[in-house]
């Protein structure tokens, strides 16, 4: 059984980093195909798409924020971190991270199984 | 990045009465290697995360009921509940995985009439 848990601060203060931690079980993030992203949805609005890690280290980030972005895991500890710098009020909102799904075997860019979430206030 | 566009943002249905929500994309999602349309459904219910309904258009995930259905092609794609039922007030998001960033549509309110 796929499980994800997004741990992390609930309130942080503009202009600092953000840090947040997706702990995993039922899969390993060394098995080929196996992919851990990361979606934000601020309260009442739509979801957001902000990175995702491979297997293999390779990462993607969303265009409008990969400056701001840096996602690693730790496949020791099953975790995967999300780092957000120089955060802003609009950064408020749910963050959740989520399983990459697959189809005949193939991984592809939609999300089957994701955590319940963590929301995280921007306020001085 | 490919913008999705969901209609309506609400809409209240009679219980056992049939849902239908739209979904446009700017872009095709149509692979035409694999004819397949890379675009899912999800639900989210009030306090939760979204949950996978739909993929590959009209696939439905392991689990999820057969009165949820995904149709369309291209850039026009629908996702119909034939029989409203209590628990399947949520909100309904569509989303593109043709091309990175993968992207969502607004969401779609659906309640009871």
């Known amino acids: 059984q796929i499980t994800l848990k997004e741990s992390g601060p609930t309130l942080v203060k503009p202009t600092q980093t953000l840090t947040l931690t997706c702990t995993f079980s039922?899969?390993?993030?060394?098995?080929?195909?196996?992919?851990v992203g990361w979606i934000r949805q601020p309260p009442g609005k739509a979801l957001e798409w902000l990175a995702l890690?491979?297997?293999?280290?390779?990462?993607r980030y969303s265009p409008s924020l990969k400056s701001r972005l840096t996602i690693i895991k730790d496949t020791s500890k099953n975790q995967v971190v999300l780092t957000m710098t120089d955060v802003h009020p609009e950064d408020t909102a749910t963050y959740y991270c989520?399983?990459?799904?697959?189809?005949?075997?193939?991984?592809?860019?939609?999300?089957?199984?994701w955590g319940r979430g963590t929301l995280i206030t921007v306020s001085s | 990045d490919i913008v999705m566009t969901q209609s309506p943002d609400s809409l209240a249905v009679s219980l056992g009465e049939r849902a239908t929500i739209t979904c446009k994309s700017s872009?095709?999602?149509?692979?035409?290697?694999?004819?397949?349309?890379?675009l899912a459904w999800y639900q989210q219910k009030p306090g939760q995360p979204p949950n996978l309904l739909i993929f590959?258009?009209?696939t439905r995930e392991s689990g999820v009921p057969d009165r949820f259905s995904g149709s369309g092609s291209g850039t026009d794609f629908t996702l119909t509940i034939s029989s409203l039922q209590a628990e399947d007030v949520a909100v309904y998001y569509c989303?593109?995985?043709?091309?990175?960033?993968?992207?969502f549509g607004q969401g779609t309110k659906v309640e009871i009439k």
């Open positions: 890690i491979y297997w293999n280290d390779d990462k």
């Open positions: 590959w258009a009209s």
């Open positions: 039922g899969f390993s993030l060394t098995t080929t195909g196996v992919g």
């Open positions: 989303q593109q995985y043709y091309s990175t960033p993968p992207t």
């Open positions: 872009q095709s999602v149509l692979y035409t290697s694999n004819n397949k349309n890379y």
């Open positions: 989520a399983h990459r799904g697959h189809s005949d075997g193939l991984p592809y860019w939609f999300f089957d199984l």
